[in-house]
């Protein structure tokens, strides 16, 4: 008996040893390997703080940044929604490493580099492991999962925004807008002066979202607003704890927050299987649908090809539920900031629209003829591109250019640095100027792959077009009906909350074209 206790305390003494060993590789010994590793390449960067790394001095930064408010006119954004990147990269150079906790990260504003990582199609830059919260919020559908996963969701989920099918979408789309530009107008004849200030972002993520329900999911945005809501709700916990060490496993505790996300992530899937279970209940007898849900749907029960399970299709349709409305509600929203700084073009547009379109609902056609209407919606993406920075992970050991990256490093690529790049858009590249995507996407810079508003290679956005589409849409229709001024109470402070927002919102004052 004694001998065997002897060895049970050796063989749990053996196992905490190897505990504290792992612990102080992690704390210790890696952070000043890889530091040598990457000095001996010439990479600099701020230095490792031992458990933090370097996100006290980012968490400074930004809060700083948030706190002051630019000239509405100021072109440089990057000091205020990538603070630390502005910072290092002039401490260090472009290309810098930084540590987020214990996780080494490398800045990577090259586009030539950053199409080797987002084009590669054997996995070897792989999403990075995403916060549980961000998990439950966008759902683990198509958008984080990796490897055999993401090929399953991605085949299913093709056709479902083919050309052909998007066609279709466009009177849904613009039945929702015209809902509320209708409410708009009635609004501003209720003044004297016959305009109104709108609350543009807010105002788009609800048309956005409206959108969405529909076409996708065959439902308003009323009976899908539970979901919605909780999404925003939850997003916020999100953005307050993005720069905060994550301990693995804290978010199984009882914390006020946890229970915060608990909730509403019941909320969230009560009211998608609400919609499911509504879609099974009006089954024909060979398909659920051909919208985005129904194609899931169907999936289910084919004997052969890829299938998705229940909980997969609800984690999908989180992810469809926010990715589906959240960009392009933000392109929407600093597209029409950047209009009413420039009533040249604003008034381009409506000429441009008014001549394919005149006062009809535009159809497909009529979209492709509006070149000025792309031009400046490309514009906006570059100059306020929904998604700041994109994340990729190192699976092994790999040879990037001519960097030596070793296994689990992450790789960032920062949109907002490469869209702003004077190297490859030239003196202006912070100035708005549209024509400088009159030859297409390809030719605008001096490096064709410098636009990166929605990724590029294998996991582009699925959406692109969709989003494309509805941007074209629902501008078109306002430039019909309206026109637009800035508000004197708006305060320039784009933020990054997840994806790039107006900090204080955008208020517009609108004013019928017809009365």
């Known amino acids: ?41 010439g990479i600099m960067g701020p230095p490792y703080s031992l458990v933090y ?31 630390h990147y502005q910072k290092w990269s002039s401490l260090y150079g472009e290309t810098f490493l930084y540590w987020h906790g214990t996780k080494p990260v490398i800045c990577i504003p090259d586009p030539e580099l950053a199409k080797e990582i987002l084009s590669n199609k054997f996995g070897f830059y792989a999403k990075p492991k995403t916060r549980p919260s961000i998990v439950t919020m966008i759902g683990n559908g198509l958008v984080l999962v990796n490897g055999l996963e993401w090929v399953k969701h991605r085949r299913i989920l093709n056709p479902a ?7 279709v979408m466009i009177s849904s789309m613009a039945a929702c807008t015209i809902s509320m530009l209708n409410e708009w107008k009635s609004q501003a004849l209720e003044t004297k002066d016959k305009s109104k200030t709108i609350e543009i972002k807010e105002e788009f993520q609800e048309l956005t979202a409206d959108i969405i329900a529909h076409t996708a999911f065959g439902v308003s945005f009323v009976q899908g607003r539970e979901a919605f809501d909780a999404q925003r709700e939850i997003q916020k916990y999100c953005i307050a704890s993005n720069v905060d060490i994550f301990i693995p496993g804290s978010q199984y505790l009882p914390t006020h927050s946890n229970f915060q996300i608990w909730k509403l992530d019941g909320k969230m899937k009560k009211s998608i299987q609400s919609i499911i279970e509504s879609r099974l209940h009006s089954q024909s007898d060979c398909s659920y649908g051909d919208d985005l849900l129904g194609l899931m749907m169907d999936t289910a029960k084919t004997k052969s090809g890829p299938k998705l399970k229940m909980n997969e299709i609800i984690e999908d349709c989180k992810t469809f539920f926010f990715a589906g409305h959240e960009t392009t509600s933000n392109l929407l929203t600093w597209a029409v900031f950047l209009l009413s700084l420039h009533n040249e073009w604003q008034e381009k547009l409506r000429q441009e629209v008014l001549q394919n379109c005149g006062m009809e609902i535009p159809d497909e056609d009529m979209l492709s003829n509006l070149k000025m209407v792309n031009m400046v919606l490309l514009e906006a993406l570059r100059l306020y591109c929904p998604v700041i920075e994109l994340q990729r992970e190192a699976s092994e050991d790999m040879k990037l250019g001519n960097l030596l990256i070793p296994k689990e490093t992450c790789l960032a690529i920062p949109i907002t640095m490469i869209h702003r790049s004077k190297e490859y858009w030239g003196d202006d590249a912070n100035e708005f100027n549209p024509l400088r995507f009159i030859n297409g996407v390809s030719k605008a810079a001096k490096h064709p792959n410098a636009l990166l508003a929605y990724s590029m290679g294998p996991r582009n956005c699925i959406g692109k077009n969709f989003a494309m589409l509805e941007a074209k849409t629902v501008m078109a229709l306002i430039l019909q009906r309206f026109s637009w001024s800035l508000s004197p ?18 208020q517009i004052i609108v004013k019928p074209l017809q009365l």
Request: glycine share 4%; hydrophobic share 40%.
């Open 161 to 167: 925004f083919s050309m052909d099918k998007l066609k």
């Open 489 to 506: 109470d708006y305060k320039h402070a784009p933020v990054n909350n997840l994806t790039l927002q107006p900090q204080h919102g955008l």
């Open 53 to 83: 790394g370097s996100l006290p001095e980012i968490k400074t930064m930004m809060k700083d940044a948030r706190e002051k408010v630019m000239d509405s006119h100021s072109p440089e954004i990057t000091k205020r929604v990538l603070p």
């Open 1 to 41: 008996m004694g001998y065997l206790i002897s060895v049970a305390m050796v063989s749990f003494t053996v196992l905490i040893m190897s505990k504290i060993w792992k612990i102080c590789m992690i704390l210790f010994w890696r952070p000043y390997a890889l530091t040598r590793h990457f000095q001996k390449q």
